[in-house]
Every structure is written in structure tokens, then in C-alpha cells.
């Protein structure tokens, strides 16, 4: 008999510590890679994994939406608990749905959400080292607060977009951009209608600068209007960042 | 010029994952080498470290205690710095300060509180699976802490303790034994005068299959009195276990 084929929506959790990433690299192990190899061992041959968008080596993700299609033979809660015990203890499975045939993680997209760990102390962390960025300087959350808010709306963010991008369109909007601080821990959260390339981690490099005290909250429209990625601050690094959601 | 000897309290964070253990072990590498050869390079020369109590392989610490002692070259401030240069991302000292020349890290100690993580769901979650124990069926709040509250007080814990202990006394007190969830999440936080080997553990594990409906929570007490490890419940994984406050 042969089983119908399916569109399943997976949502994946991850530590992304011990990856290269999301997708299939040359060098080193993806999440992307161990998904297909657990998808390919039930349908008896590869079948691509699409994820709604590439995260880094050392990036999280609370809830990244995945499309797997085949003739899966059982239904969506047997395919989860097939699926989770093949994968890593760093890879879970939250979720299988199947949906219409045409829908798409990536296309169909409407809004991401990111967040973003700062470690604000004098001294690390190492409960904190694999999911936080560890920023020395004590960081004034008014003057990140300032800066944040110049960046919400739609703007063309060319000056926040990591080199090698093939991208065409620069535009994006950011509908919310919070920061909180709970101790000695900072968070980012931002949402938007799409990221360009590092662009969360070029946010939250510039928002440090003004936090440090070594960029003006003030200079935040200008950096954005100048549609250069020098203007901004260094890309924080990856492992404070986390995708949280995205909602179709 | 000789600096004086000193007595120095290091607060130690550590993500116990990757080691046998706080203790040095015939195989794998413990907490407490990496210190004390820490130690050892600003001395000259090695030097006990003495923590507040053993932790297991896989248990994890936000503050354990640990006395060292030597005639360190630098002020507490410069001390602490220099050690967390040394020492792996996942061991931090949160904090370094020289204490009485009698002050001893276990005889001293007063209260320690331990804290256990639970993650009650039916499916993994792999941002928790370093630091949580996984427990698939649905547990019973109300059900653990009925059985909780029986422990609260001073009785003989020999019913609670790991094989293989050379320990002569077994009554502890416990001062407070409570349990939380949020959402997926449930905590044991347990606070005692000293804990017997694998005590904590044991008391989750106990805990658990009341929860599960397994064990009634009416026989706890008829546990404690029954001075039997075999009366309990089964010893809960390392990986959910935190040493997070000592009290002197």
C-alpha cells in the first residue's frame, strides 16, 4: 500500500552549540543534516528539510518551523516520536503537523521573532556560557533603550546586514524591539517582518556600543540612513542568540 | 618577599556536564583538578582544594563553596580574575575573599540548598536536556507535595541514602522542601542542615513516582521510619541537580 504523500510541519528545538549551523555545511555537523538523515531512515530515502530560515553556527532556537514532505507511513504523533529518538539529546522535536500541500516555512512567513542573552557582569558565567554573551562593561539600559526605539518601523537596514549577502531587497520592518534586564541578565527581543543576514546580531553589536557609552542612542536614525554596514557596531556573537517564533 | 599565607573562599559556578564529578577520580576530569592546576600555576605549586560537599558527574553548581589556601601573590580581586582566565567556559568563580585562617568550607557549613529540575512533558526538550531530568508521564502536584511535607523536619534519612557510604550519622533536618511548576518546568528546592549521598536525588526519585501515582504519598512517613533504601523511590539522574546556596 502505498502511503499518501504529506507536507509535515515540524517545529524544531535546538542548542545550537555543537553545530554548524542550521544547513548543510562542507565543514562540520547541521541540525538540517541530522533531520534529513532521521527523515530519510522512515521514508527509505533523503528528503530535504526546509527551515524557515538559516540560523548560525552556535545560534538556538526555541521553535524553528521545518517543512518535510514524503509518503510518511503513520501519522504525525508516531512521526515526532520516531523522529525524537533518533535525533541528539540537543535536538527535539516539539511538534508534527500535517498541513496543505502548498504551504511553505520560509514563504510563507509573516513574522519572526529573535532573542537576544547578554551575561552583563564583571564575571562570567558558566551556566550562562553556551546561551549568553558575556559583555564586561556595565551596560546603560536607558541609553540602549533610546537607541532601540529609533530602529522600530520600516527602514532599509543595508547597515545592518552581514557581508556576502545575495540579497535584493534591504527593506524590512521591525514592529517591536524590547530590552529587559533581570540582574545581571540582559535580554534583546525583536520582531520583525524578515531579517536580513546577521542582522539581530549587527542590532544588538550597535545597541552595546550605545550601552558601553561609546556611540551616541542619538546617531541610531543616522547609522540607518547612511546604508552602511560600517556605521554600525561589531556583530555581537552567536551563541546569546535565539529564534523564538514565527508566526504564519 | 614572602607574602603572607591565606585562607581564600571561591564561589564556584559550574556546568557539570563534561566532568566526573566536583572530586578528582582515576578517570575523567573532575571540577576540582582544573581549580586546584588553576591554583597551582599562581602558586608554583599544587594546593588542596576543599568544596563544601562532593557533587556527582552531570550535577551542576550556581554557587559552590571551596577554601584554598597558599600564598597567593595578588589581592582576592586580581585572584579571582586570573583563575577565571584559566579555567573552561563552563567553571566560573563568581567570587574570591580571603576568610578566617580556621574557616573550613565543609565543617562550617550551616544550611545548603539544592535544586532540582524537572522536565514534565511528553516530549524532550533540548535546550533543557543538560539541566533537567525528562518525565514523560503527567506528575501530580498536589500528590508531591503531600509527600514533600513528611519529609520536613529532623528524622534518620538512612532510607534516602546512596549504597557505598562510610557516613556514621544519618539524621539530617530538613528546613524546607518545596516544589513549583511553570508550565513544562517543575522545581524541588530542598533545604537541609547536610545531606546524606545521593539524598537529593533520592528524595526527587521518591517524589516522582508519588507523583506518577505509583506510590502513595501517604507513606512517606512509614519510608523515613522504615530506614530501608529499598522502601524509596528510584535515584533521579545527575543532570537535573544544582548545589545552589551554602549557608555558614
Given at each position: 500500500m502505498k502511503h499518501p504523500l504529506r507536507n509535515v510541519l515540524l517545529i524544531v528545538e535546538y542548542d545550537?552549540?555543537?553545530?554548524?549551523?542550521w544547513q548543510s555545511q562542507a565543514k562540520g555537523v547541521s541540525i538540517q543534516s541530522l533531520i534529513e538523515k532521521a527523515i530519510g531512515k522512515i521514508l527509505g530515502k533523503r528528503s530535504p528539510a526546509l527551515a524557515s530560515g538559516r540560523t548560525d553556527a552556535g545560534v538556538h532556537a526555541h521553535a524553528q518551523p521545518v517543512n518535510v514532505r514524503g509518503h510518511f507511513p503513520m501519522d504525525d504523533a508516531t512521526l515526532l516520536r520516531a523522529l525524537n529518538s533518533m535525533l541528539?539529546?540537543?535536538?527535539?522535536?516539539k511538534s508534527a503537523l500535517t498541513v496543505a500541500p502548498d504551504f511553505h516555512a520560509i514563504r510563507n512567513a509573516k513574522w519572526k521573532t529573535y532573542r537576544y542573552q547578554i551575561w552583563n557582569s564583571t564575571e562570567k558565567s558558566a551556566l550562562n556560557a553556551r546561551t549568553a554573551w558575556h559583555v564586561v562593561s556595565p551596560l546603560n539600559l536607558a541609553a540602549m533603550k533610546k537607541g532601540a526605539a529609533?530602529?522600530?518601523?520600516?527602514?532599509?537596514f543595508s547597515s545592518f546586514q552581514g557581508a556576502h549577502s545575495s540579497i535584493k531587497g534591504t527593506v524590512r520592518t521591525i514592529i517591536s524591539l524590547e530590552i529587559k534586564r533581570r540582574d545581571e541578565l540582559m535580554t534583546v527581543e525583536v520582531t520583525a517582518n524578515g531579517f536580513l543576514k546577521q542582522m539581530v546580531r549587527n542590532i544588538v553589536g550597535t545597541l552595546v556600543e550605545m550601552g558601553r557609552g561609546?556611540?551616541?542612542?542619538?546617531?541610531m536614525k543616522e547609522i540607518i540612513s547612511?546604508?552602511?554596514?560600517?556605521?554600525a557596531g561589531p556583530t555581537a556573537p552567536p551563541q546569546g542568540l535565539f529564534l523564538v517564533n514565527v508566526e504564519y
Open positions: 545550537g552549540t555543537n553545530y554548524c549551523g541528539p539529546p540537543d535536538i527535539a522535536i529609533a530602529m522600530v518601523g520600516k527602514h532599509d561609546r556611540m551616541e542612542p542619538e546617531r547612511a546604508k552602511d554596514r560600517t556605521k
